[in-house]
């Protein structure tokens, strides 16, 4: 009787822990969803960013690598007990981003930006915050950023975005080619 206890009670905890992961798995699709989908509406239409109206911009994809480089931020700020751009170990933005695996390496256009808040409890509230302030409101509406990764942790919020252009065919085989010639010449 006792060993058929404790195997139900394993089977629970099991199917309790494979219940958890899934849920929060869920939870960051989620998460990502409410971001994409209440940033990409404002930036369909357009807004006012301070004085500035800002015209429509596309719409922005999510971006695990900049997500974990948010993620790490947020847990940074919270940890080391600080709110800056600027990580206490004097990491900057691109520092943390580039570490993270967003490079401008292979592409011909590189552009970065971040925005972060403390406090808010809701993505509506965060959100909101960011579009009443007129710096972060740019970084939101900025047309070459094409790409975002959001992360909270402990109500320090982190958002990384970026944009990379990739090089046409074209300049791709003018750079193999001049690569050619540069390797020869070596």
């Known amino acids: 009787m006792m060993r058929m206890i404790w195997k139900s009670t394993c089977m629970l905890t099991l199917v309790f822990c494979l219940s958890s992961m899934s849920a929060s798995k869920g939870d960051s699709i989620d998460f990502r969803n409410e971001f994409l989908t209440r940033i990409n509406k404002i930036r369909q239409q357009g807004c006012k960013c301070g004085t500035q109206q800002m015209p429509p911009a596309p719409p922005l994809v999510w971006n695990e690598l900049l997500e974990k480089a948010a993620q790490g931020h947020a847990e940074d700020m919270y940890r080391k ?9 004097g990491r900057k933005i691109q520092d943390r981003i580039t ?7 292979g592409f011909r256009s590189f552009v970065i930006g971040e925005n972060i808040a403390y406090g808010q409890q809701s993505i509506e509230e965060v959100q909101n915050g960011w579009f009443k302030s007129e710096g972060h409101c740019r970084n939101l509406m900025n047309p070459e950023f ?41």
């Open 81 to 89: 007990h600080y709110f800056s751009h600027q990580s206490k170990d």
């Open 146 to 186: 094409k790409e975002i990764g959001v992360a909270w942790h402990n109500k320090y919020w982190v958002q990384d975005f970026g944009g990379r252009e990739t090089f046409t065919p074209e300049q791709q085989l003018m750079i193999k080619k001049g690569a050619r010639i540069i390797q020869k010449r070596g």
């Open 99 to 105: 570490t993270a695996g967003y490079t401008f390496k």
